[in-house]
C-alpha cells in the first residue's frame, strides 16, 4: 500500500487517533460538539465516576480535541475542531490515492480486455 | 468506463489491519497482471500528481523480491520493497511491504485476494500491520468506519466550527 502523504510522521495526528480509538471519548466529543461542558455535567450524562471522566478529559486535551478552561472553577472542557480536521483529511487523502489508482486500473483493464479481445492469448 | 459505479471500501476487519475492496470490470487474470508485470504496474500505481515510477523490479516467485521506488515532479523520491510469501494466480498474492522511510512502524503484509463471478472481480487488498506500534495507523482507518458509522453528525456540526 502507499502512504498518502510521503514519508511524513505526524505524533499529533497519532495522539489524535489514540484518543480517538475509544468509544467513551467519542462519545464524550459528541457532546462537546453542541456545548461545553464540565466534569460534573458530562459525570452525570454518562454511567462514570468523576475521576473517570477527567481521565478521559485528559487524553482528549493532551490530543489537542479539547480545551478547558484555566480560571473557571467549572473547568468546562470545548472541543477543538482543528485535531479532528487533521485527522479526517488524512483518511481523505488515503482514500483518494487508492480511489486514484483504482481508477487508472479501470483504464488499464479496459485497454487488456480490448485488446484480449482482438488479439487472442496475449 | 464501467457502467456500474465502483466503490472503495476501506474496512477494519482485525486490530491489525486495513482492508480495501474494490470491484473491476475484468477477469482476474487481468487484475492479477496488473498487480505482477511491471509493464503493468508502471500505468496505475501511485502515479499521480506528477508522481512516476522510476523503479519497478518484480521477481514474481514464492521469496522473491518485489522493489518499486517513485519520483516526484520535484525529484523527490520514495522507495518500497517486499518479499513474495504466496502466489496462487490469479487468486491470492501475499507479500510483506516495507518503505525506505517508513510512515509506520516495522513491516507490513499484504494480501491481495481476487475472486471473480460473471466477468468482474472483487478485489480485497488487506494490509496487516506488524507490531502495537503501528497500530496508529490502524487506528487511523478506524477513524473512518467511526466518522462513517456514528460520527457523521460529529462532522457535520464541526465543519462550521473548524479552525484550520
Redesign the interface.
Known sequence: ???T?????DRR??AT??A??DPTR?AI??RL??GEASVTELAERFPMTQAAVSKHLKVLERAGLISRARDAQRRPSR????P??E??R??ER??K??????E???????E??TA?RKGGER | ??ANA?K?E?TTPGDRE?A?T?V????RE??F??WTKPE?LT??????NGWTFAVCEVDLRVGGKFRFVWR?PDG?E?G?GGTYTEIVRPERLVST?R?D?S?YPGE?V?TLVLTEKDGRTTST?T?RLESKEAR?VV??????S??EA??A???G??GS????
Open positions: 500500500m502507499q502512504p502523504s510521503y514519508g511524513t510522521t495526528l497519532d487517533f489514540a480517538l480509538a467519542r466529543l459528541a460538539a453542541s472541543i477543538e475542531g482543528r479532528l480536521a485527522a479526517t488524512w483518511l488515503y482514500r490515492v487508492w480511489e486514484g489508482n483504482y487508472r486500473l479501470d483504464a488499464l483493464l479496459d487488456l480486455k484480449k | 468506463m464501467m465502483a472503495l476501506i486495513i480495501m474494490r473491476f470490470d475484468a477477469p487481468l487484475v497482471d496488473a503493468l500505468r496505475w500505481l501511485g502515479i499521480h516526484g523527490n520514495m518500497m511491504e518503505f522511510e510512515w507490513a499484504d487488498l494490509m496508529d487506528l487511523r482507518s478506524g477513524m473512518e467511526g466518522i456514528g460520527y453528525r460529529l462532522d456540526l464541526l466550527q473548524v479552525r484550520t
